[in-house]
């Protein structure tokens, strides 16, 4: 076995393939909110072109924020979360394999197709590339805070809108930096310094995350 | 001094309980209680509905906090610990903690490997057999009744056996007299590998225990000492 945690990353992604409509029911929400902006402004380019990097950013924050509510009440309800609490392995482990799993089925899917709606909003080539890496820096960290907000909220029932109103005030400064970095781009300055600050806030996420969200978890359960 | 020591650590059962009591919601569950389980012994935790069986075994799972008293645990090579955790300890609750879309095989080998436990396909197939569940490793959980979900789960203890604790709150819920047996011999083989048990049922077992603990409520003086933050009258 390579991955220490490998048989953990298994089970997620297996779970995940089983139920791979219900899965990727986030990345439908994504595209079905993104296509109504255009409908609702309008075909004049110019305008398209001026909101379309907000608007995808605006609309994956939604999806991770709004679709992540039930991520551990499968878990929490079969018993496997209380097993997870006294297990062999730290629960940490469990909850950073969870998030990747979690990520690969709801973030990526958002990166691979915002050139899609790029394509929609009208914008150049190098804005969409440009947008495609701010979200595949920004969309991990979104599932992570998603997860936080989760966690905080298993075994209560109003979990989807809690878990909303906690976790969008956290996401909103990467929402700022990966809006910013394109405006910059069309404004011909560097955008460099937006997605190093991203970068940051990744690596930041990654590191503080994980451990937050098994103390959460701990908690809710406890 | 070291010797002596070690003597006496030899001597400490793998669990001893001290004046313990568990809270729920603020009220003690029951009078303190104190308990020594041996090792290769079974324990029966008896009591009526709400005595505080499960969170008795919850306390001990590490799960819950104990409201007063004392928790000391031996693991199996007689270290003293305050917490006994997996692989030295096993515990299976009301929920069988398995997965609807995972097939029989692949939800045990989760748990096995949860709890640090090797699961070579070999020895989960053999789990399983035993606890009758042959030619079902591949159906989905969610597709086996409750009785063959519990044997699931009760197959971990194939795997753990002589591990230094079970802690099983209603093994014998929805199974029927075969799989009840196999529970028992189970039981049986576990503690004459040296391993300990502690259990509640509200089914009287097949197996002879080595000590009954039933669980009284408080009693009165303690129940009055304490003031209530609300009372159902008001």
């Known amino acids: 076995m390579a991955l220490p945690y490998g048989f953990a990353l298994r089970r997620e992604w297996r779970l995940r393939r089983r139920r791979a409509s219900e899965s990727l029911l986030p990345l439908a929400f994504f595209l079905a909110a993104a296509t109504a902006f255009p409908i609702a402004i309008g075909p004049d380019p110019t305008a398209l072109r001026q909101v379309g990097p907000g608007v995808i950013w605006a609309c994956a924050l939604l999806t991770c924020v709004a679709t992540v509510g039930h991520a551990f009440s499968v878990d929490a309800g079969d018993g496997v979360l209380e097993q997870c609490l006294i297990s062999a392995v730290p629960l940490t482990a469990w909850v950073a394999c969870k998030a990747v799993v979690h990520w690969l089925w709801t973030g990526l899917p958002l990166v691979l197709v915002a050139p899609l709606l790029g394509l929609m909003f009208d914008l150049s080539a190098a804005s969409v590339a440009l947008l495609a890496a701010t979200l595949l820096l920004g969309t991990p960290v979104l599932s992570l805070l998603g997860l936080l907000g989760a966690a905080l909220t298993v075994g209560l029932r109003a979990a989807s809108s809690l878990v909303v109103l906690l976790v969008l005030p956290l996401a909103l400064p990467v929402l700022v930096f990966g809006c910013l970095a394109v405006s910059a781009l069309d404004a011909g300055l560097p955008a460099t310094p ?6 940051a806030l990744l690596l930041l996420a990654i590191v503080a995350l994980p451990p937050t969200i098994a103390a959460a978890l701990r908690t809710s359960l406890g | 001094m070291n010797a002596a020591q070690a003597a006496v650590s030899h001597d400490m059962p793998r669990l001893r309980l001290t004046g313990l009591v568990c809270e729920r919601g603020g009220r003690p569950l029951f009078d303190p209680l104190s308990l020594d389980v041996a090792a290769g012994t079974l324990c029966w935790i008896r009591g009526v509905n709400g005595a505080g069986k499960t969170t008795l075994l919850r306390t001990l799972a590490g799960l819950l906090m104990a409201g007063v008293g ?3 645990w031996h693991d199996g090579d007689d270290r003293a610990t305050r917490h006994l955790r997996a692989p030295a300890l096993h515990y299976i609750g009301h929920l069988n903690a398995l997965n609807g879309d ?6 045990l080998a989760f748990l096995a490997r949860l709890h640090g436990v090797a699961a070579d396909p070999a020895s989960l197939r053999a789990a399983l057999h035993q606890l009758g ?3 079902l ?7 086996l009744s409750q009785g063959q979900r519990r044997r699931t789960a009760l197959a971990r203890l194939v795997l753990t056996l002589g591990a ?4 099983l709150d209603e093994p014998y819920d929805a199974l029927d007299s075969e799989a009840s047996g196999v529970l028992d011999a189970l039981l049986v083989q ?3 590998r040296g391993g300990s048990a502690v259990f509640a049922s509200h089914v009287t077992p097949g197996v002879a225990v080595d000590q009954i603990c039933m669980l009284e409520p408080p009693s009165p003086s303690v129940e009055s000492g304490a003031t209530p933050r609300w009372s159902p009258a008001a």
């Open chain 1, 194 to 199: 937006h997605l190093s600050l991203l970068g």
């Open chain 2, 70 to 72: 004392r928790i000391a």
């Open chain 2, 102 to 107: 995972l097939s029989v095989r692949e939800a």
């Open chain 2, 133 to 135: 569940l042959a030619g």
């Open chain 2, 137 to 143: 490793e591949r159906r989905l959980v969610r597709t």
């Open chain 2, 164 to 167: 230094p604790m079970w802690l």
């Open chain 2, 190 to 192: 576990h503690a004459q």
